[in-house]
């Protein structure tokens, strides 16, 4: 029989809070660890304990790290969850099972392989503590996984032995766990299967880790002293990951104090309201929230962008509507973040598709912010920002300073002869500030939602008003040429894909799976909104172009359409909302079943 | 509302302060509000305690909501930055903008409505987490920009300008205030000034969250018969109980005036807060029996007014984060930015 290496998905089905994570996290990290590309994929529910939860692992050498239809192991620990766990598994793949109890006969299939293990009944003669018995049972199949998959057993251990440093009693009884289920497979299994693992060079320096705590740390690296947020899954690790990190990295030496303000605020609006706050009064400041927390904002994000005020918010967006689907992804915030608000009202999005980027992005929008006075919203999703994702190693540039915008200390007012807070001296639409407490008479303006002229002073005028808004055109026009240009990979073909975010992910393999049917795409990735250039051009210079998007309505599409003007027929909709992340097999077949139907030609028919 | 617009220059024997500054270097653009407003009256009060206490203008730090109440920010203090932020929402923006400076003085304005309705989530949450602030409520008991709806400090049974009644239970904001932590409490009369600027002086320099309810009438919706909150309601149903003055370290002592038993209170800065108790029952650092006290002669139909509660100790938000005695506004890269060395090893904890 034939052997792969390093090419399979596993899914692990078990009881939420019963321990899995950690185990399933340490399959996974031992794989990453023997330099083995691995996306992991947490699947779990709205609930603390008891409900069912999955943890997928793609183990692919080719790097691919988009989600893969179809499971080839399945290691089964839920009975709830068991008929639609052993349904899943794709021909020719492997049921791992613990089979102290006996599988029913109706639930078994002729063509997977049965690999069933007695691990509570071996666990009942090792452990007398129950709770022991319970939570050891994630250790054993690891185990026994060691065997089956031909994983390095010494990585495993190693990784226990770091795991519980100072908690050292727990290491044996641990390890010990993992012979159990490595010895029995050893022994009375077929191991290791015919799909395996091998030593791979494939990872390089590339880190794991979620995009969550990238977008803490780089907004503790980018200069943010203030942050106020409130608990909305997926976005609470942004701010509990900054939290982490400024208790080792922002106390202050002598005093042992804090460099850094965190407000668990009592609800959206007021995280917001404390961030524009400390914003106006020049501190850098930033909330994470998701789609029905960004509904909450709304009204601010309108105060911010009439009266001019940086805000860094990080929607880490959720299946929507309403509570939708709470702890699946989708990016389905984009027309509510872009148009946030009552009024004329817009505002620059930023779209990260790898840890390595949020941690940019987090720095960078802080910049932006300062530099548009505005609003930047980092739109990431539960599948970039709780999943750990390999990506590229952190880099900060020592020399780097913080661009503050637009800002007038007292010395430089001085030298001002007139100070109008909303005057566009520079022609770019963007005027200067002062912070509070600045200077003993000048520079002072009041900051306010209402209509005002250039020099802050309310006014209905409509001339003033009009000339206003034209002016915030010209910042948005400013912002548009400040923003993070779209990644385009062009060799002239006739039809482009269009997609941003971890949408990005199996983009690779979808190309690879249509390249062999005579499909070839120019690619472009986009990461801001306002669209920049390249962008528009990307798009006049195809006859097509795929939108691949995970939401219903094509959300994307409709920003191109409505601020470009383009021939809506010209870009076509490709929408994935499911909850779970797009498959290259989803793209695949979506782009594949178009070019069927629009009898679209292809490579090989040219060249034929 | 007056059309008159506000002389540049003034008398040239108005008393100097501490730093040089007449009282009118402290002053606003001129009112929009109607004549006779209780709201001008607070902010004179305001004008003169900021004058008093000789701060530079320009460290002050104004913050309000949406209604009549706070559109006054841009009548006092004209050299210092303010924010008329939105509807009910001024706690979050003041709370922002007090982790971002700490050595402004903040003065936060607000309206019944906008604390005891829209607002009342930020109202309660800022008063817990002890932002040190002057936190004041101009409370005339109903909507004045739109036209004279109940509000929700409107007692029961207090009538509309038509003459219909208020169905609903009022909301006490000084018990509430009580009730959650604040270190400050006071209710005071936008017609008794004297009572006030003291009120106000002290609420500055307190360390902490300083709340000061001001009945403040409207003279326009609320100041008919019927209504409690009305200029002759309140002066004949107010129960002053403690009296305050507030001394600074520079002003001079002059004799006792007030009446009632005096208790001197230290203030962190060395200066003195002179209470004056008409009831000398009354213990100005019980918090549970202010409430009791409040709670007891509002069902008498009577507003406390004076000093009710103080701790002049409590901490304040910065004291309770630990924060640094820097400005976080202030700090810079070498601050804040823990450089390349020390992400690659972050690096590495992600391998």
Same mark, same amino acid.
């Given at each position: ?22 185990? @399933? ?46 499971? =080839? ?94 908690? =050292?009693?727990?290491?044996?009884? @641990? ?7 490595? @010895? ?21 320096? !590339? ?28 976005? %609470? ?61 709304? /009204? ?28 699946? %992804? ?56 709780? @999943? /750990? ?58 900051? !306010?939602?209402?209509?005002? =002229? ?12 009009? !000339? ?9 026009? %400013? ?113 594949? /079943? ?7 030609? !292809? ?6 | ?86 509807? #009910? ?113 002290? #609420? ?148």
């Amino acid at each position: 029989m034939s052997v792969s290496y390093n090419d399979f998905v596993i899914r692990f089905a078990n009881v939420n809070g019963s321990g899995s994570a950690s185990a @399933n996290s340490m399959f996974a990290k031992a794989l990453f660890r023997m330099g083995i590309p691995v996306a992991i994929r947490n699947i779990f529910p709205s609930n603390i304990q008891g409900l069912p939860t999955w943890f997928e692992v793609r183990v692919s050498e080719q790097g691919y790290l988009g989600r893969r239809e179809g499971v =080839d192991v399945m290691v089964a620990m839920n009975a709830e969850t068991l008929v639609e766990d052993i349904a899943s598994i794709n021909p020719g793949g492997y049921l791992v099972y613990d089979n102290s109890k006996p599988l029913a006969k109706t639930l078994q299939r002729d063509d997977i392989i049965e690999i069933g293990m007695p691990i509570s009944n071996m666990l009942l003669s090792e452990f007398t503590d129950p709770k022991q018995r319970s939570l050891f049972k994630n250790i054993t199949y690891l185990g026994a996984l060691t065997a089956l998959l031909n994983i390095e057993f010494d990585v495993l251990t190693g990784m226990v032995a770091t795991q519980y440093k100072g908690k =050292d009693a727990l290491i044996a009884p @641990n390890i010990h766990a993992l012979e159990i289920g490595r @010895n029995y497979a050893l022994n009375y299994l077929d191991a290791p299967l015919p799909i395996q693992v091998k030593r791979s060079d494939q990872v390089g320096d !590339r880190i794991l880790v979620d995009g969550n705590m990238a977008a803490g740390l780089g907004s503790l690296y980018g200069g943010a002293t203030v942050c106020a947020w409130y608990p909305i899954t997926p976005s %609470t690790s942004v701010a509990e990951a900054f939290e982490l990190h400024a208790n080792k990295l922002r106390i202050d030496e002598q005093s042992g104090q804090k460099k850094f303000a965190i407000i668990q605020a009592e609800d959206e609006l007021a995280a917001i309201g404390m961030v524009i706050g400390a914003a106006w009064n020049g501190a850098r400041s930033f909330t994470a929230t998701s789609g029905p927390g960004l509904s909450l904002m709304s /009204e601010f994000l309108g105060l911010a962008y009439f009266a001019e005020l940086p805000v860094v918010l990080w929607d880490i967006q959720r299946a929507g509507p309403s509570t939708g689907m709470p702890t699946r %992804t989708q990016q389905s915030d984009l027309i509510s973040a872009a148009y946030a608000s009552h009024g004329d009202t817009k505002h620059p999005l930023l779209f990260p598709a790898t840890p390595k980027e949020c941690f940019d992005f987090a720095a960078m929008a802080l910049d932006l912010a300062d530099r548009l006075q505005t609003p930047i919203i980092v739109l990431s999703d539960l599948e970039l920002g709780m @999943n /750990e994702n390999l990506s590229e190693p952190f880099e900060w540039d020592d020399e780097r300073v913080y661009d503050r915008g637009k800002v007038l200390n007292a010395q430089e007012l001085d030298e001002v002869e007139v100070f109008g807070r909303y005057r566009d001296v520079d022609g770019d639409g963007i005027g200067y500030r002062t912070y509070p407490g600045t200077h003993p008479d000048k520079g002072a303006f009041f900051t !306010r939602g209402t209509s005002r =002229d250039e020099f802050a002073a309310y006014t209905e005028s409509p001339e003033i008003y009009e !000339r206003n808004m034209q002016r915030l055109l010209r910042k948005w026009d %400013t912002a548009a040429k400040l923003l993070p240009a779209a990644e385009i990979s062009s060799s002239a073909e006739r039809v482009g894909v269009l997609y941003y975010g971890t949408t990005s992910l199996p983009i690779p393999e979808a190309l690879d799976l249509l390249a062999p049917e005579g499909i070839r795409l120019d690619t472009c990735r986009i990461r801001a909104f306002p669209f920049g250039e390249e962008v528009k051009a990307f798009i006049e210079e195809h006859e097509l172009v795929f939108v691949v998007e995970q939401n219903r309505d094509a959300q994307m599409r409709t920003l191109l359409i409505n601020e470009c003007e383009f021939e809506p027929k010209k870009l076509v909709r490709v929408n994935y909302y499911a909850g779970l992340s797009i498959s290259a097999n989803f793209i695949h077949k979506s782009i594949s /079943e178009y070019y069927q139907t629009n009898k679209l030609s !292809r490579l090989t028919e040219v060249q034929s | 509302m007056t059309f008159v617009v506000k002389p540049q220059t003034h008398h040239p024997k108005l008393p100097l302060n501490e730093i040089g500054l007449t009282r009118r270097d402290y002053e606003g653009s001129v009112s929009t509000l109607c004549a006779g407003c209780g709201h001008d009256s607070v902010s004179a009060a305001i004008v003169q305690a900021c004058a008093e206490l000789s701060i530079p203008p320009h460290r002050f730090a104004k913050v309000s909501g949406i209604g009549c109440s706070s559109k006054t920010p841009s009548y006092f203090l004209n050299k210092s930055h303010g924010f008329n932020s939105v509807h #009910g929402r001024m706690p979050s923006v003041m709370t922002g903008a007090n982790l971002a400076n700490r050595d402004l003085y903040c003065i936060g304005v607000s309206g019944d409505g906008d604390s005891a309705s829209i607002g009342m989530g930020q109202f309660a949450h800022i008063m817990r987490r002890r932002i040190n602030m002057l936190y004041i409520v101009e409370n005339n008991g109903t909507y004045g920009l739109t036209k004279g709806q109940f509000s929700a400090t409107n007692d029961k049974g207090s009538t509309s300008k038509k003459g219909a009644p208020n169905l609903y239970e009022p909301i006490d904001l000084v018990s509430m205030a009580l009730q959650i932590g604040a270190s400050f409490v006071a209710r005071s009369f936008s017609g008794d000034k004297h009572q006030l600027v003291p009120l106000i002086k002290a #609420g500055l320099r307190h360390k902490g969250i300083a709340f000061i309810d001001v009945i403040s009438p409207c003279v326009a919706f609320n100041n008919h018969q019927g209504s409690t909150k009305s200029y002759e309601h309140v002066r004949q149903y107010t129960h002053n109980v403690v009296n305050a003055d507030y001394i600074e370290e520079h002003d001079e002592i002059i004799a006792d005036y007030l009446p009632g038993t005096r208790e001197d209170v230290a203030m962190p800065d060395g200066s003195i807060l002179r209470l004056y108790k008409l009831d000398e029952a009354y213990d100005p650092h019980d918090r549970v029996g202010a409430l009791n006290y409040v709670q007891r002669h509002q069902e008498k139909g009577e507003a406390v007014t004076g000093m009710l509660y103080i701790d002049p100790l409590a901490a304040d938000c910065h004291e309770i984060m630990d924060t640094v005695q820097t400005p976080l506004n202030e700090l810079v890269e070498e601050d804040l930015c823990p450089g390349n060395k020390v992400l690659q090893s972050i690096n590495d904890s992600f391998r």
